[in-house]
């Protein structure tokens, strides 16, 4: 018997994450720096670790109600009103999910029918693709260019609409290029869902990391626009809360509902620790945050002019804590590059195709890593790429 065969068609087809794949690579290399995993550095700051310590101390251990903690929902309702300016109601339009990673799962399960088609961008995060793909959807790539700092540009969705598309998905600040979307576009995007009658699902989860006093602009906000969205959010990046997997969606009571029902028999609540650290985010974790996002700013602008200054062309990046270098002046593919890094000199990036086709000839950098060992590695980089200069 082979248990291969056993295996569903769609899974079957599914392959793993490229980035992961270049991670067993990495852990057998040994003693490597690591501007690989798109992770914070930094520990979950302290007073959420106590808010989820002293809820265990008082025996809370309990499920919660499939929705969420409500006193978690109204924190979320709250926050995000301040922060992307829409207003949900916390018992009929807030879901708490297991990372926005099951945030996305549970929506693209509960939206597509077989063959509905799902726009999105790349280079972009490694699931949306094979969540969409395994939801019965089919992906729908709209190439963004290193030429033109990887913008997502209406024109080019508007081309990819087809009387089949029913969702368009964005992610900005985008993983991995730490790319920002200009409002005019993130407007244009909006007028063609309400034209085409489609949901925006949008990725927000990088939206508190952004730079050079830029205001983050989401489409769930603009004219119209909450009625078609689901407008999901996380705790893992910008509160460094990776290990308490907790995230949210927010939309309409009847996107709400359907999820809900997915979530329900799944996964029945997301845990009560994380819930109840996340609302002790919410309510007072803005200093920590502050602190963290000035640190990403200072290492961005550190790592942007050193691989510039290497002959690797890199455009600053407006948000998240990546970087985007262009390899091409080396006569490397993106997967020889990072592979021989990795070799030659013990410094891990990932290749971007592990992101999509359009990531080839750049390797994402992510630097959730110290200044110092940023040093170093920028030093060894610098090196490689001199070796490497066509
Ligand atoms: N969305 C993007 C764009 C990401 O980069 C990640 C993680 O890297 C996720 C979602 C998953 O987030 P979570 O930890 O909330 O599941």
Redesign the pocket.
Known sequence: MSLTDKISERVRAVPRSGIREFFDLVLAAGDVISLGV??PDFSSPWHIREAAIHSLEKGQTSYTSNLGLLELRRSISKYVKNFFHVEYNPNTEVLVT???????DIAFRSLLNPGDEVIYHEP??V?YSPTIYMAYGVPVVVNTKGEDDFALRAADVEKAITPRTKVIML?FP??PTGSVMPKAELEGIAELAKQHDLIVIT?E??SELLYDDRVHHSIAALPGMKERSIL?H????AFAM?GF???YACSPPELTEAMMKIHQYSMLCAPITAQIAATEALEHGAGPMEQMRKAYWRRRNMVVSSLNASGLSTFIPGG?FYVFPDIRSTALTSREFATKLLEEEKVAVVPGTAFGKAGEGFVRCCYCTSEEKLAIALERIGNFAKRYQR
């Open positions: 798109g992770e297991v990372g926005v990673s099951e945030a996305l972009c995060y699931s992610n985008t993983n990725d989860i990088y999901m996380g705790f893992s990046k990776t997997r907790l995230g998240a």
